[in-house]
């Protein structure tokens, strides 16, 4: 019989912990898809300009950036669990905000508080699964599997909720990401200060392969960044779709998303990974492309599906191809992330002030630089693979 603690190469007393993680994980990825799918309905109640909301999707990412960057020393100073539970709040406290006042200073405070939860998650349940799986490549995929469930569900939870109840929707994740909290109360996550043990800091300043992994992460965030947050308002004001099928269009994307995950956590030890990245780049390119290209709602759909499914595995199998020194750091995973993230901040402001500009279509269309220079850098990850090089 299968058993997913078996396939993860998971120590049994460490289980609970590691579904604790993924849970949280899941709870997250709910959060980070919602803020797209009520951008609509919080549009036309706050009266939201393209600008406005580029940078509060931006403010989202920029405290992401800050937790990803505070979570990496935190655990020093009080421990992983607090610095967790700490940390993790904000999305709860972020999510009731945006409920409350359309101030846009306020927006920006929330969406920012969002991203200060979502940072933290990231960096703690990506050290926790590195240290806790045996089979590292596939327990990321999963763990990352995880939070594409969480953002396939939460646009429903918006499409059920009325446009005028969307509040409703923020309230009802923000509960489970409360509960997921409750549980990492509860677990066996380590409440004492952590301590620098002798050889700890690893030497990933100095790594080209670091920053060529950092780099090729940051591209790739500025395009789900950008798409994610975007891709609701691109189809309702291209007036390609409607906004309860556009919400649901993007829930289609993270079942194949999940999918694609999945998909890679099976393949991750029988194919080279960086060809496998290489290949997910290309077609995630190619598919994103045909997708802004058309008005056809059923190549829209079928390229959406390529997206979604070429882009699953690209952020969690890139990970797990660094130095196991690195991925085994707060400090340099977090140093990792928090740099990739940058264009994560950077491409919702820039697809928002071009729409401005130029409209939502032209907006969206400049995702596709940094998909373009993102696939030439997964060809020089490729070549170096080929030469033995990390």
């Not at 929707?169 to 990401?177: R, S």
């Not at 496998?276 to 045909?290: A, D, E, K, P, T």
């Not at 995702?367 to 490729?382: G, P, R």
Request: charge should be positive; glycine fraction near 8%; aromatic fraction near 10%.
């Amino acid at each position: 019989m299968f058993s997913m603690s078996s396939f993860l190469q998971i120590k049994k007393e460490n289980v609970s912990l590691v579904y604790r993680i993924y849970f949280a994980f899941l709870c997250s990825g709910a959060m980070s898809t919602l803020l797209g799918a009520l951008l609509p309905a919080m549009q036309e109640e706050y009266a939201m300009s393209y600008a406005l909301r580029g940078y509060v999707l931006s403010a989202h990412q920029i405290g992401n950036l800050c937790a990803v960057m505070i979570a990496g020393f935190l655990p020093y100073a009080i421990g992983r669990k607090q610095s967790t539970l700490l940390l993790g709040s904000c999305i709860v406290l972020g999510l009731l905000l945006m409920t409350l006042t359309g101030n846009p200073f306020l927006l920006l405070v929330a969406f920012a508080l969002t991203g200060v939860g979502r940072g933290t998650l990231s960096n703690i349940t990506n050290v926790v699964v590195s240290e806790n799986a045996g089979n590292k490549a596939a327990g990321l995929n999963v763990l990352h599997a995880s939070f594409a469930i969480g953002a396939f569900l939460s646009p429903f939870i918006a499409v059920a909720a009325s446009r005028t109840q969307w509040r409703a929707a923020a309230w009802i994740v923000a509960a489970f990401m409360a509960l997921s909290l409750f549980f990492i109360s509860n677990s066996k996550l380590s409440s004492s200060r952590m301590e620098k043990k002798k050889g700890e800091a690893v030497p990933f300043a100095s790594s080209f392969g670091f920053w060529l992994n950092t780099a090729i992460m940051f591209f790739y965030l500025c395009a789900e960044g950008s798409l994610i947050g975007w891709l609701v308002t691109y189809f309702k004001d291209s007036g390609i779709m409607s906004t309860s099928l556009a919400q649901t269009m993007q829930s289609l994307l993270w079942i194949m998303i999940l999918c694609g995950r999945l998909t890679c956590a099976s393949v991750s030890n029988k194919v080279s990974k960086p060809v496998l990245i290489l290949v997910m780049g290309i077609f995630m390119s190619i598919f994103f492309v045909l997708m802004i290209s058309t008005r056809n709602v059923a190549v829209i759909v079928a390229s959406l599906l390529g997206v979604g499914f070429s882009m699953s595995g690209i952020y969690p199998t890139t990970l797990s191809t660094m130095d196991p020194r690195f991925n085994s750091s707060t400090v340099a995973v977090g140093t990792c992330i928090a740099t990739a993230t940058i264009g994560a901040i950077l491409m919702p402001i820039i697809v928002g002030q071009v729409a401005e500009a130029a409209g939502i279509g032209g907006g969206i269309a400049t995702i596709s630089i940094a998909l373009l220079i993102m696939v030439a850098l997964m060809a020089l990850k490729v070549i170096r693979s080929k030469k033995g090089l990390v």
